[in-house]
C-alpha cells in the first residue's frame, strides 16, 4: 500500500514542481521584457534632452526632363506622360547623422494621385547643409489641361499657381558616433507650388504644331517657376 501511495506523491510533487517552474519562468520574462522597455525609454529620453533633436529641412534645388511624351485628344486636353530628375538639397542641424531607407512617395493634386516619387536611400551627416538627393519623378497619362483650367478659377494670389502635395513616410535610423542608435519613421507633407503659365505655354505650342509624334515641346531649365515647403513628423 505504501508503494503506490509513495508514487502518486511523488508525481504529484513533480506536477506541482513543473507548474512553479513555469510561473517562474513566466514571471522572469516579464520582468526581462520590462527591463527591456524601460531601457529604450530612458535611451529616448536621453537622445532627446541630450541630442535636442531638430527637423532636417529638405529644400527644391534643380529639375530637370529625362523622358516625356505629349498626346492631345479632340484638340483640347492635353496628356503628358513624363520621367523628371527632381533633386533636393537636404540640411541637417542636429548633433547626430541620420539614415535614410529607400521609398517611394506619393504625387497629389487635389486630393488625387498623379504620380510617384522615387527617393534613395542616403546619408545626412551631423551638421550637414549640402547633401543631394536625386529623385525621380514618375507621371503617367496626367491631364495637364485640367489641371490648368482648375488653376485659373482660383482668385489672389494662388490664381498663377498649381498647389501640389507630396506625401509619404521614410525609414531613419539615428546615427551616433557612426553607430545606428535608434530606428524611427519620418511623415513627410510637402507642399510644392508649381507656375502654372509654364504649363500653358507647352499646351499651346502642342496645340500649335499639332504634330503629336513628332513635337519638340521645351520644358523650362530654370528652378524659379517651381517652390517647395516642407513638414516632418517623427514617430516611432
Not at 42 to 67: E, M, Y
Not at 127 to 156: K, M, W, Y
Not at 201 to 206: A, G, Y
Request: aromatic share 12%; hydrophobic share 45%; with cysteine.
Amino acid at each position: 500500500m505504501d508503494g503506490p501511495r509513495q508514487h502518486l506523491d511523488c508525481l504529484h510533487f513533480q506536477k506541482l514542481w513543473h507548474a512553479c517552474s513555469f510561473k517562474r519562468c513566466c514571471f522572469f520574462l516579464v520582468i526581462f521584457l520590462l527591463f527591456i522597455v524601460l531601457t529604450l525609454g530612458v535611451a529616448t529620453i536621453l537622445v532627446i534632452f541630450l541630442l535636442k533633436p531638430q527637423k532636417p529641412v529638405f529644400t527644391f534645388q534643380t529639375i530637370s526632363l529625362d523622358w516625356y511624351n505629349l498626346d492631345t485628344y479632340s484638340d483640347s486636353f492635353l496628356f503628358v506622360s513624363s520621367v523628371i530628375t527632381l533633386t533636393l538639397n537636404a540640411q541637417n542641424p542636429n548633433k547626430f547623422g541620420l539614415r535614410y531607407s529607400s521609398t517611394r512617395l506619393g504625387l497629389y493634386y487635389e486630393g488625387l494621385p498623379i504620380g510617384v516619387i522615387r527617393v534613395p536611400g542616403f546619408i545626412q551627416p551631423v551638421h550637414s547643409n549640402n547633401v543631394s538627393v536625386p529623385t525621380r519623378v514618375l507621371f503617367e497619362c496626367v491631364n495637364v489641361s485640367q489641371i490648368v483650367d482648375g488653376a485659373s478659377l482660383h482668385d489672389g494670389s494662388r490664381k498663377d499657381m498649381i498647389q501640389m502635395n507630396i506625401l509619404g513616410d521614410v525609414r531613419a535610423q539615428l546615427l551616433v558616433l557612426h553607430m545606428a542608435f535608434l530606428k524611427i519613421k519620418v511623415a513627410l507633407d510637402c507642399d510644392i507650388n508649381v507656375d502654372y503659365r509654364e504649363l500653358i505655354s507647352i499646351k499651346n505650342e502642342v496645340n500649335i504644331t499639332r504634330v503629336v509624334n513628332n513635337h519638340f515641346a521645351s520644358f523650362p531649365s530654370s528652378s524659379e517657376f517651381i517652390s517647395m515647403k516642407c513638414a516632418l513628423s517623427f514617430y516611432a
